[in-house]
C-alpha cells in the first residue's frame, strides 16, 4: 500500500531536523523535540494538524522572541527545502502575527516561500488585515523571484484547496484584480497557472465578472490568452452560451442541431463494483462550416442515499470539418477511488457535444 503523505514527517526526519536545529542553537532538546510532536494524538493527525504539531512543538524551545526564533530558522533553511518544511512559513503565521513583528514576518514569508511555499501562511495575515496585506501582495507580485509571484496569486485564491476558505474574497474578488492584472502575461509558467486556478476559483462565484474579464484580456498575449483559457475551464465544463461563444465553440443553428447523428453504448451492460466497461460512441457533426467540439461523457453517479450526481469525463476537444463522422472507445473503471465510493444501481451515461446531451444509455451497478 502506497504511504500517505503525512508519513513523510517520520520520527527519522523529525529527528534529523531537530540536529540541525541543535547545531546552531545547542540548547534545543532534539530528543525531546521528537517525543513532544510525536505525542499520543500524533498517529490521528493528518497532514496539516501534523505541520501545525510540528511548529508548536518547535516553538516551545525556541526564544521566546520572535525575531531571535526566526534567525535558528534562517540559519538551517538552506538545507531545508521541499513540501515537508511547509512548517517554516507556518512558524511565521503562529508566531509572527504581533504588530511589531510585521516586517519580520513579511520578509520571512517572502523568503521562505521559495523554499517550500508560503501559500497557506499568507491567508491568516489576509483575514486579519486585507487591506494591508493584498497591499503587501501586490508588491510581491512585482518581485523578480517567480516563487514570489506566484505567492502573490496563489496565496489570495478564494478556494485554495487545503487552504482556509477567504470568505471575504467569495464574496467580493475586487482586491485580488490588481494581482491578476499585474501577472496576466506573467514570463513564468509557474505564475501563469496560479493566476489561472485563481481566476477558475472566482468564476465558481462570479462568472460574469471573469467572462468580461476574459474578453478584454483574450487575444493581447500569448501567455494571457493561455491563463484566460485555463481560467475559464470551469465555466467551459458548464457549457454556458457566453462561456462557449467566448472560445468559438460551435452551437446549434436556429432549427439545426450541431450533430446530425449520436450513439454512445457500453460493453458490458451490468458489472460490479471493481470492474472496468468499454464505451463506445459515435457522432456526425452537421455538415458544412468547420465546427470546435468539446465531446465529453457524464455519468450520474448513484449515490448512498439514491439520489445521483453527474461526473464529466473528457474524450476530445478539436475543430474538425464540417460532416466529421467521429467514433472512438474509453475504457472506464468503476473501482472505488478514495475521491469516489460507488454504489449498485442503475447509472446513466450521457454524451454530450458543447454541453448538450446528445445520446445516452444505461449501465447497471452491482454489489462485487
Given at each position: 500500500?502506497a504511504?500517505t503523505?503525512k508519513s513523510?514527517?517520520s520520527e527519522?526526519f523529525?529527528?534529523g531536523f531537530?540536529e540541525k536545529?541543535?547545531i546552531?542553537?545547542p540548547?534545543?532538546?532534539a530528543?525531546q523535540?521528537v517525543?513532544d510532536t510525536?505525542d499520543?494524538?500524533?498517529?490521528e ?27 535558528i530558522?534562517?540559519?538551517?533553511a538552506?538545507?531545508c527545502?521541499g513540501?515537508?518544511?511547509?512548517f517554516f512559513?507556518d ?5 509572527g502575527?504581533n ?11 517572502e523568503d521562505?516561500t521559495?523554499?517550500?511555499s ?7 495575515f ?6 494591508r496585506m493584498m ?10 523571484d517567480?516563487?514570489v ?9 478564494p ?6 476558505a ?5 464574496q467580493d474578488?475586487?482586491?485580488i484584480?490588481?494581482?491578476l492584472e ?5 514570463p513564468?509558467?509557474?505564475?501563469r497557472?496560479s493566476?489561472a486556478?485563481?481566476?477558475n476559483?472566482i ?5 460574469e ?7 478584454r484580456w483574450?487575444?493581447?498575449h500569448p501567455?494571457?490568452?493561455?491563463i484566460?483559457?485555463h481560467?475559464?475551464?470551469t ?7 457566453a462561456?462557449?461563444e ?8 436556429g432549427d ?5 447523428f449520436a450513439?454512445?453504448?457500453t460493453?458490458?451492460?451490468s458489472?460490479q463494483?471493481?470492474d472496468?466497461c468499454e464505451?463506445?460512441y459515435?457522432?456526425?457533426i452537421r455538415p458544412?462550416?468547420?465546427a470546435?467540439?468539446?465531446i465529453?461523457?457524464g455519468?450520474?453517479f ?11 469525463f473528457l474524450?476530445s476537444d478539436k ?6 463522422k467521429?467514433?472512438?472507445s ?5 473501482a472505488?477511488?478514495?475521491t469516489?465510493r460507488h ?17 445516452h444509455?444505461l449501465l447497471?451497478l452491482?454489489?462485487?
Amino acid at each position: 500500500m502506497a504511504e500517505t503523505l503525512k508519513s513523510i514527517y517520520s520520527e527519522a526526519f523529525l529527528r534529523g531536523f531537530g540536529e540541525k536545529i541543535h547545531i546552531v542553537y545547542p540548547r534545543f532538546d532534539a530528543a525531546q523535540f521528537v517525543a513532544d510532536t510525536m505525542d499520543d494524538t500524533w498517529e490521528e493527525r493528518e497532514l496539516k494538524a501534523r505541520i501545525r504539531q510540528i511548529t508548536l512543538t518547535l516553538g516551545q524551545q525556541l526564544p521566546p522572541g520572535f525575531g531571535d526564533a526566526i534567525k535558528i530558522l534562517y540559519a538551517v533553511a538552506q538545507d531545508c527545502t521541499g513540501f515537508p518544511y511547509l512548517f517554516f512559513p507556518d512558524f511565521v503565521e503562529v508566531f509572527g502575527s504581533n504588530e511589531a513583528d510585521w516586517p519580520l514576518a513579511m520578509q520571512a514569508l517572502e523568503d521562505f516561500t521559495s523554499k517550500s511555499s508560503a501559500e497557506f501562511a499568507v491567508r491568516s495575515f489576509i483575514l486579519r488585515d486585507p487591506k494591508r496585506m493584498m497591499l503587501q501582495m501586490e508588491e510581491w507580485s512585482r518581485h523578480s523571484d517567480e516563487h514570489v509571484r506566484r505567492l502573490a496569486s496563489e496565496g489570495c485564491r478564494p478556494r485554495l484547496p487545503w487552504g482556509q476558505a477567504l470568505g471575504p474574497f467569495k464574496q467580493d474578488p475586487t482586491p485580488i484584480l490588481p494581482i491578476l492584472e499585474q501577472l496576466k502575461a506573467d514570463p513564468s509558467l509557474y505564475v501563469r497557472k496560479s493566476v489561472a486556478n485563481n481566476l477558475n476559483d472566482i468564476a465558481k462565484d462570479h462568472p460574469e465578472l471573469v467572462l468580461d474579464l476574459a474578453r478584454r484580456w483574450k487575444g493581447t498575449h500569448p501567455h494571457t490568452d493561455w491563463i484566460v483559457r485555463h481560467g475559464c475551464r470551469t465555466l467551459v465544463r458548464k457549457a454556458g452560451p457566453a462561456a462557449l461563444e467566448l472560445f468559438g465553440y460551435a452551437q446549434a443553428s436556429g432549427d439545426e442541431p450541431l450533430t446530425k447523428f449520436a450513439a454512445i453504448a457500453t460493453d458490458p451492460a451490468s458489472l460490479q463494483i471493481g470492474d472496468s466497461c468499454e464505451l463506445h460512441y459515435e457522432l456526425a457533426i452537421r455538415p458544412g462550416q468547420p465546427a470546435k467540439v468539446r465531446i465529453e461523457y457524464g455519468i450520474d453517479f448513484v449515490k448512498s442515499g439514491g439520489r445521483t450526481s453527474r461526473k464529466l469525463f473528457l474524450l476530445s476537444d478539436k475543430t474538425v470539418p464540417g460532416g466529421t463522422k467521429l467514433s472512438s472507445s474509453r475504457r472506464h473503471s468503476w473501482a472505488d477511488l478514495t475521491t469516489r465510493r460507488h454504489y449498485p444501481g442503475e447509472h446513466r451515461i450521457a454524451l454530450l457535444v458543447n454541453g448538450v446531451e446528445v445520446a445516452h444509455t444505461l449501465l447497471q451497478l452491482k454489489r462485487s
